[in-house]
């Protein structure tokens, strides 16, 4: 279904994204475009007054699709002021008013479910299958923001002491922020403002300047389902915007979904201005495959989840690590892998689309030429190659670097493209201990028939987010996305539970009416005894 009228009647001017208005015609010639990408602040679509601006080209093309810019420090102190002063109503909204605006919002969503997917091929690379993933899975978090009427409740004692009475609310925090990457441009911003938002805090969203479109667009639906001016802002630019939120006074805790070097970056950037900071940051995730698995199931798991969204994913299965005769299910593996369709992202039957820049593919193919020259195999190459059509794109096919050991730079780096690494082991044992020497704690999988084994490996690993014959383990909205170690930094970790926790503070009350209705002769001066 396309945009609804309204909404798309501000769009189009006011982002300058042509392809919105006729969303069939992905690939169409923009080598002339003027479009720029506005700023959201207080309410309204404005176009920045910066003279630097970062040029999005469509990964499958390289052609220009608009210019982004770097937000002007005048700019983006306007968007928390007006996210600070909307704090002072928003927050007093009341909670079935801040649920009815998720409403009308996760309904708006649906019904532009395809304008969005649309969007994100174009700027983000990713197959439309996949960019309508991305966009349900955000989806998800916003229909679980639905239910805060339960999820913010308190905690309340009664008589604690003779007439005494105390209670726990869960109150927001004040003007929040986020950061997001590029590979989810849909469904991490939806991890991020629609909590924050909810729960009665107001927000200054940072997208990731490499696809901010379809945020541009979910917050213009969020508009739409009712959210005051003020309450949701919107900026642009890389390092500048990124340590002007780390630093600003007024913005009180910081989102972070991006690489580790960024990543850590603003937690000890925010955390030492006294912010709330969680982060996610880079992974290395590993697929232990034993040989009683189901041998069909597990290829075909380990080939979507190692390739699929181009390897962009920070829960991709970048590693698998084939325990005693499953080696001998390599061959078979890399048969799967070849057959996959390489193409833009809009052609039918297409598999993956290109990575996101052409610096990012060299990045990836300097690092497949790194595992060979440090002595791995590579019985599938998938550099070189040549999409009829789109000669111009980022593509990199998928690519299996097999007899990878722990000290080869291929398997320390998160390679971040369609790039598979393959490790052996004798044991689960030794299974276990490549995973837990890895620094990184994001997700990881095994793949096996025996309860015993899965059960031994659950309990002994030492990764946050663990699938049994699941290759992708992200958390469904009731639970939380639990990475560890080295891909997570923080106290509270994103939606679920902990991301109520991180987007509220706790308040306690304690009141005292006494039964008796008179004064006392005289002050109490001694510590109360609470008896």
């Given amino acids: 279904m396309a945009l609804s009228q309204k909404i798309l009647n501000k769009l189009t001017p006011l982002q300058g994204f042509r392809c919105l208005s006729a969303p069939a015609e992905l690939h169409c010639n923009t080598k002339n475009v003027?479009?720029?990408?506005?700023?959201?602040?207080?309410?309204?679509?404005?176009?920045?007054?910066?003279?630097?601006?970062i040029d999005l080209h469509n990964p499958a093309t390289n052609e220009l699709v608009t210019r982004v810019p770097k937000s002007t420090p005048e700019e983006m102190q306007a968007a928390v002021d007006a996210a600070k002063?909307?704090?002072?109503?928003?927050?007093?909204?009341?909670?079935?008013?801040?649920?009815?605006?998720?409403?009308?919002?996760?309904?708006?969503?649906?019904?532009?479910m395809d304008a969005l997917s649309r969007n994100i091929t174009l700027e983000q690379g990713k197959t439309l299958v996949d960019a309508e993933g991305d966009v349900i899975r955000g989806l998800q978090i916003v229909e679980h923001a639905c239910s805060v009427t339960s999820l913010q409740m308190g905690e309340t004692m009664p008589s604690v002491t003779k007439d005494m009475d105390t209670y726990s609310i869960r109150a927001p925090l004040g003007v929040c922020a986020g950061i997001t990457p590029f590979n989810f441009p849909a469904m991490i911003p939806l991890w991020m403002f629609p909590l924050a938002n909810v729960c009665g805090n107001t927000y200054v969203l940072k997208p990731s300047e490499r696809d901010p479109g379809a945020a541009m667009m979910l917050a213009e639906m969020a508009i739409e389902a009712g959210l005051p001016k003020g309450v949701l802002n919107i900026i642009h630019g890389t390092h500048d915007s990124v340590n002007f939120i780390c630093d600003n006074p007024d913005?009180?805790?910081?989102?972070?979904?991006?690489?580790?070097?960024?990543?850590?970056?603003?937690?000890?950037?925010?955390?030492?201005?006294?912010?709330?900071?969680?982060?996610?940051?880079?992974?290395?995730n590993h697929g232990v495959v034993l040989p009683d698995a189901n041998k069909e199931n597990t290829l075909n798991q380990l080939v979507g989840a190692a390739f699929g969204a181009a390897g962009q994913r920070c829960m991709a299965l970048s590693v698998a690590v084939m325990v005693g005769e499953a080696r001998n299910w390599i061959p078979e593996l890399v048969e799967r892998a070849?057959?996959?369709?390489?193409?833009?992202?809009?052609?039918?039957?297409?598999?993956?689309?290109?990575?996101?820049?052409?610096?990012?593919?060299?990045?990836?193919?300097?690092?497949?030429?790194?595992?060979?020259?440090?002595?791995?195999?590579?019985?599938?190459?998938?550099?070189?190659?040549?999409?009829?059509?789109?000669?111009?794109?980022?593509?990199?096919?998928?690519?299996?670097?097999?007899?990878?050991?722990?000290?080869m730079e291929c398997y320390r780096e998160e390679i971040f493209g369609p790039v598979l690494n393959i490790v052996e082991a004798e044991t689960m044992d030794e299974a276990i201990g490549i995973l837990n020497d890895n620094p990184y704690g994001n997700g990881c999988a095994i793949f096996t028939n025996s309860g015993a084994a899965a059960r031994k490996f659950t309990n002994e690993v030492d990764v946050g987010q663990i699938g049994v014959n699941v290759p992708i383990p992200v958390p469904l909205p009731m639970?939380?996305?639990?990475?560890?170690?080295?891909?997570?930094?923080?106290?509270?970790n994103f939606y679920g539970k902990a991301g109520l926790n991180f987007y509220s503070q706790w308040k306690t009350i304690t009141t005292l009416w006494k039964e008796e209705d008179a004064k006392t002769a005289t002050a109490e001066v001694a510590m109360p005894r609470m008896q």
């Fill in 338 to 407: 070849r057959k996959l369709k390489v193409s833009a992202g809009d052609q039918p039957g297409a598999d993956l689309g290109p990575v996101i820049t052409p610096a990012s593919k060299a990045r990836i193919e300097r690092l497949i030429q790194s595992g060979v020259d440090e002595g791995a195999t590579l019985p599938l190459d998938g550099r070189n190659i040549s999409v009829a059509g789109y000669e111009n794109g980022n593509f990199v096919g998928p690519t299996i670097i097999s007899n990878v050991t722990p000290n």
């Fill in 479 to 492: 639970f939380s996305f639990t990475g560890s170690r080295g891909s997570f930094l923080g106290d509270s």
């Fill in 34 to 53: 003027q479009y720029k990408t506005k700023n959201l602040i207080n309410g309204e679509f404005v176009e920045s007054s910066t003279t630097k601006w």
């Fill in 251 to 284: 913005i009180k805790a910081i989102s972070f979904v991006g690489s580790n070097q960024a990543g850590q970056h603003i937690y000890e950037r925010g955390s030492k201005n006294g912010k709330r900071v969680q982060a996610n940051m880079a992974a290395k």
């Fill in 85 to 112: 002063a909307a704090f002072k109503t928003w927050s007093q909204t009341s909670v079935l008013s801040r649920q009815g605006v998720m409403f009308k919002f996760q309904h708006l969503i649906k019904e532009n």
